[in-house]
Each structure stands twice: as C-alpha cells, then as structure tokens.
C-alpha cells in the first residue's frame, strides 16, 4: 500500500471519505465526526466541501447498509474513474488498516511543517537588494522566532517605512538561504540575529492591506493583511499555511502573470490549493433597518453561489412508488437521459410529464435537491434574450441581463453534481431562436466545448453535468412540426395513459368506488376510439393522472361530475369539433356514469 506521504491529494480526500462510508450513521464514529472533518479537508486542501460531500454520497451507494442513500443512477466507473480506483484499491481492506491510513491522513490537519514567514524591512540597502532580485540578501535586527526558521523556507516580503522612496507593502516572495547566525552581534541587543533569504519572486506594484479585504484567510497576517485586533510591529512574523495559502492566491488574482514563477516556487500540492477554493468577501448593500440576512441571500442568489444542504433522499424506489413506471422502463429513461443528455417527454395531456420529468431528476440526483433541479415553460414570445443574455429595459434605458439557462449551467460549473433543466412546452417557442448558437453547444459530443456569446462575447459551454429534459404537448393542434434541429439533439421518449399498471389499479382499488372504476373504464374505451381516429391518434389519449387524486379526496357524484363536465368533455369538444355527434355520443356515455 502507498505511504501517505506519496499520495495526492485527491486520494487523500477519497480515503477519508471512503472510511466514512463504511460506516453506519448510526456510529459513533460517524455522527458528529463525520462532515466536521470533510469540512477540515476542504479547508486544508482548498477544495470545495460540495465536491468532497459528494464524493462521498458516490461511496455511499456502495454500501447500501449504512443507512444512506448515495448515488445510484450510475455504476462508480461509469460516474467516477479515479474514486471508482479508489475504492478498488481500498474498498476491501480490513477496517484496521484502512484506519490506520486514514489517522495518518488526518494528521496532517495539525502538521505545521508548511509555516510560512513574513520578513519587513525599511532599509534602503535591503530594498535596493531585493529590487535587484539578488540572492543570499541579509535581514538583520531579528530578535523572535528563531527556532522556526528552516532552510528553503517560503518568506513573503514586505516593504515598510515612513515616507520612504519606494512603495510599501507586499512585494514578493524569497526562500530562507542561510539558517539564523551572528546572535548577540549588537551588543546593546544580545537577542539580535541575521538571515539570509534568495528573492525569488517579486510583484510589478506593491500590494497593500485594502487590497486583501475580499480574501477573508489573510485577515490579521501581521504587517500584511487587513487589521481586526491589536497587531505588534514586529518585523519577523509567523503565517500559518491556510494564510500563506490565501496570500498567494490573492497575489496571483492581482497579478496573473507570476503564475509561472509562483508555480516553479512552491510544491504541486500547494500550487493546487491556491488555485483551488478560497473563501472571499462580497460586499452587500444594506439599507438602514433592513434585515441583514435577506441582503445577504439576495445577493447569493445574484451571484449563484451554491451552498449544499441536506436535502431529502430520493432514490429510484422512490421513483416507481411514486410514478406509474415498470422497473425496466425507469431503466431505459433514465439510460436515455444519462447518455443522450438531451431527451423530450411527450404525450397527451394528463399522462404526467411534468410529475415524472422532476421526479426522474430527484432519482438520479439521488436527493430532492431544488437547487439542481430548474425548470421553465416556453411560449411564443420567448427569446434568445430571456433565456441566455440580453439587454432588459431599466427606468434610464436598457441593461444586460443574464438569463435562467446562462446562470443555471454557471451553478453546475460549480457543482459537480448532475443538474437538470427542465423545459415545458418545448415545442411552443422557437427552440433554434432561444438556444441561437447554443443549439450546437447541447449537443453530446460539443459539452465544454465554448463559443463567444452573441452579446457579450464570452467564451461560453454548456457543462457536461447539465441535463435537458423538455416535455411536449402531442395533443396541441396549433403548434407546427417540431424543428428538425431539435429532433437530431433530443432523444424522444413516449408517455402514455398508466390505466393498466399494477400500482394505478390499487390507487383506484383503495378509494373504493364503483363509480370511478366504472368512469375509468369508460375512459379507457374513449382512448380506443381516439387511437383509431385517423385524424388524431394515441398521442391524443386522455391521461391518468385526472384519476390521481389525494388519499384524503372523497370520490362522490360532485366529484365525478366536475371530472366530466369541466375537464374531459372540454376536451373531447376540442378533439371533435368537427364532428358533433361523436362529442355528444361519448359526452353521454360518461355523463351516465354518475347516474349509474
């Protein structure tokens, strides 16, 4: 087995994880300890806690006795190639060992060997040798920390004085060349001593405290980073490695160009963290007396920030309780969905396109989470401008606005988990209008591949985490024959009336009324005679789900016959309006349900 110490640190994390997995939520091991500590790990490794969790909620699946539900919607090599070797190669160890691992693992939350430290100088000589870039540049006047020097390690410069030639602040970065020496030189300061440092690295303009206010870890770096207590005026500093982690990054956002330097100065594993998840400021307007918290979720919501909650399981058992759907159905749907990525729900009115299309989302997702679940409805008058970005009238004239489809694929840039947008009435709106050059960009085998928007010119993708499903109204006679772009783009699944499944006849069976099975059946009969229609056929069916009613619905005369008058012969009417004796033929037939 690999020592620790050789591991990266996506394999780390995975480890951990995969411990937690093995474990019931009923452990104690588990309660309490569990996400604290994948909140640790991604604070430590600058990773997202979303993607940990999740990762872990991938190993879940894999242990079906722990009391959670994972991802199932896929096997683990087909979801995640990397946790999938993972989990081979330490899925099966005995629990001792894979413990011992994962202690070794979390040591390294308290490891303090990556402390970094800050070096100020106000000596025009120093300066001129670190503006010089030279090697082997001596800092004197030290008097604290000096055990805590090694050789090699990382020293941020900061320039100070008062009034002085050059611009103070956070200039660069150097490594310790010459481990402490000539203690006790000044004889009126016996502590003093002298270290060398190699410049390594220095910023074209000097950073300053305000300019680290977004990055929230360099917070109270002394001499360095914005003040929130007392701070002493010292010029030999400790900075802890989150900090030191935070002030990189924030020197490589001010100025991208070092990333080279800063890349070749510093590990990979530290390298990743800085350009992985930091935690920064965003400022939010407040009114007086408004309450804070709805500012501060007003503007979550302007900038998409995802926060994963726990969120109600949903899996596909809960699927097939909750929609008329066989097993080896759900199967290929969901298949259809997960490969093709883009699929059209389509049938009559009533057959529950819209109950199913979240429901099938939820299953995969594994949880009913609303924040990966969108849906919107198209109509004649929506455009490429409502639904990906365009310019909006404001009282002092027009602003560019970002639509529901452009922030909704922002959010799963974000989030690896799988997200669906769902489109009702996809057939009513100009699909090649409202998707513009997107229509390409949906496709399979295009995902993450970018074309510059129309309006703002940005590079843009849609991610492959992003799954379309689109429901269609076959019953609808004023919509023309669907775009033959979108047909190629979609896959196109059928949803037809329920009446002869296993669990919509015991729905019916247990509200006990003769007059709905007798309304049902009546139904079913109509649904032959508009399957043989020429002019209509099954696509006009009449759906089941005007028969699902709530456990607490009592199926009386007053509710067979508002089911009747009010919503199945309207629509018959609709189906036969040229044909009058048909509509009153069958209008009489289920109008005397209620009269049997």
């Not at 939820?362 to 365009?390: A, N, P, R, T, W």
């Not at 085998?445 to 799954?467: I, M």
Request: glycine share 6%; net charge negative.
């Amino acid at each position: 087995m690999s020592s620790v110490e050789n591991m990266s640190i996506e394999e780390k994390v995975a480890i951990v994880c995969l411990y937690f997995s093995r474990l019931k939520s009923d452990d104690e091991r588990y309660k309490g300890v569990c996400h604290p500590i994948l909140k640790k790990l991604a604070e430590k490794y600058a990773m997202k806690y979303s993607t940990i969790k999740n990762n872990m909620q991938r190993f879940d699946a894999q242990y079906p006795d722990n009391g959670r539900n994972g991802w199932l919607q896929k096997p683990l090599e087909q979801q995640h190639k990397f946790l999938f070797e993972v989990y081979k190669k330490y899925g099966s160890l005995p629990e001792e060992e894979l413990v011992k691992i994962k202690d070794e693992i979390l040591e390294e939350l308290n490891d303090n060997k990556n402390i970094c430290i800050s070096l100020k100088t106000k000596d025009s000589a120093t300066v001129n040798a670190i503006l010089d870039k030279n090697e082997n540049v001596i800092f004197d006047g030290l008097n604290i920390l000096r055990d805590g020097i090694y050789i090699g390690q990382l020293v941020f410069i900061v320039f100070g004085g008062d009034k002085p030639a050059w611009k103070t602040g956070l200039v660069g970065i150097g490594v310790i060349s010459k481990l402490p020496y000539d203690d006790g030189y000044d004889v009126a300061k016996p502590k003093n001593f002298k270290v060398n440092v190699d410049i390594k690295l220095l910023l074209d303009t000097p950073i300053k405290r305000e300019d680290l206010v977004p990055y929230k870890n360099t917070y109270d770096i002394i001499g360095i980073g914005p003040i929130t207590k007392w701070e002493p005026n010292q010029a030999l500093s400790q900075i802890d490695d989150n900090s030191a982690v935070a002030l990189m990054r924030a020197m490589l956002e001010i100025q991208p160009s070092i990333e080279s330097e800063l890349e070749g100065l510093i590990t990979p594993e530290q390298f990743c963290r800085v350009k992985g998840a930091t935690i920064k400021l965003v400022p939010v307007e407040v009114n007086f007396g408004e309450d804070e918290s709805k500012a501060i979720n007003e503007k979550l919501e302007e900038v998409q920030e995802t926060y994963i909650e726990e969120s109600e399981p949903y899996s596909e058992e809960d699927f097939l309780k909750e929609v008329f759907m066989k097993k080896d159905e759900y199967d290929l749907l969901s298949e259809l969905l997960l490969d093709k990525k883009n699929i059209i729900l389509q049938g009559a009115p009533g057959v529950g396109k819209t109950f199913m299309a979240k429901r099938l989302a939820y299953s995969i997702l594994g949880c009913k989470d609303k924040k990966c679940v969108q849906m919107v409805q198209f109509h004649q008058s929506y455009s490429y401008e409502d639904f990906i970005v365009g310019y909006r009238p404001t009282e002092n004239g027009f602003e560019l606005e970002y639509g529901p489809f452009y922030d909704f694929c922002k959010q799963a840039e974000k989030d690896g988990r799988p997200h669906f947008f769902i489109i009702d009435e996809i057939n009513r709106g100009n699909v090649s209008k409202i998707f513009g050059e997107l229509l390409m960009l949906i496709e399979t085998d295009k995902r993450e591949e970018s074309l510059k928007l129309l309006y703002t010119k940005e590079d843009f993708s849609v991610p492959k985490n992003v799954y379309i499903i689109g429901m269609m109204n076959t019953a609808d006679r004023s919509l023309a024959i669907i775009d033959y772009a979108l047909r190629r783009r979609f896959a196109f699944y059928d949803v037809r009336p329920a009446f002869n499944n296993s669990m919509f006849i015991e729905m019916t069976e247990k509200k006990e009324s003769e007059s709905l099975k007798r309304l049902i059946s009546y139904v079913k009969l109509l649904n032959d005679d508009i399957r043989k229609d020429d002019s209509l056929g099954s696509g006009f069916e009449v759906g089941h789900s005007y028969f699902c009613t709530s456990d607490d619905t009592q199926i009386d005369r007053k509710w067979i016959k508002s089911t009747v008058e009010y919503e199945i012969i309207p629509l018959i009417n609709e189906y036969w309006f040229d044909d009058r004796e048909k509509v009153d033929e069958w209008s009489e037939k289920l109008r005397g349900v209620e009269n049997d």
